[in-house]
């Protein structure tokens, strides 16, 4: 198998960009959680045939279009390389999966679970976000 550096690069990027949009109030297990999920999908094979296409997918990241679109300001240089860093850690598996290999969904708890998602089972819970 030959490593990727560009493709690795990329995901790392579009990673980084929905931890801070999702995530970037949050502890650091939180944000791991949130990656987590972006890999989880990704080798679910149903979401994406890249980290970025699982994260730039119409409907799954809402704080990512928002800050695309505007309506949210963009990361400063700093803030997105700190969240470089988390989705480094998980992509490469150097922290534990806390949240198992089959969490799909999350959101923050000052939400209700969008009806639209069915019946999901709570697995756990990292700061105020409840994964699915």
Not at 11 to 37: F, P, R, W
Request: proline share 2%.
């Amino acid at each position: 198998m030959v490593f990727d550096i560009e493709q690795a690069n990329a995901d790392l990027n579009c990673m980084a960009m929905a931890i801070y949009a999702e995530a970037h109030t949050q502890s650091v297990e939180a944000k791991h959680g949130v990656a987590q999920v972006i890999l989880n999908r990704f080798r679910n094979g149903h979401y994406g045939d890249s980290i970025c296409e699982v994260v730039l997918k119409k409907g799954q990241f809402h704080g990512v279009w928002d800050i695309f679109t505007g309506k949210h300001e963009y990361p400063s240089h700093e803030d997105l390389l700190k969240e470089k860093l988390i989705a480094h850690q998980v992509y490469f598996h150097k922290v534990p999966n806390q949240i198992g290999q089959t969490t799909y969904y999350f959101h923050d708890d000052s939400i209700k679970k969008p009806h639209t998602w069915g019946i999901k089972t709570k697995k756990t819970k990292l700061d105020n976000l409840v994964f699915y």
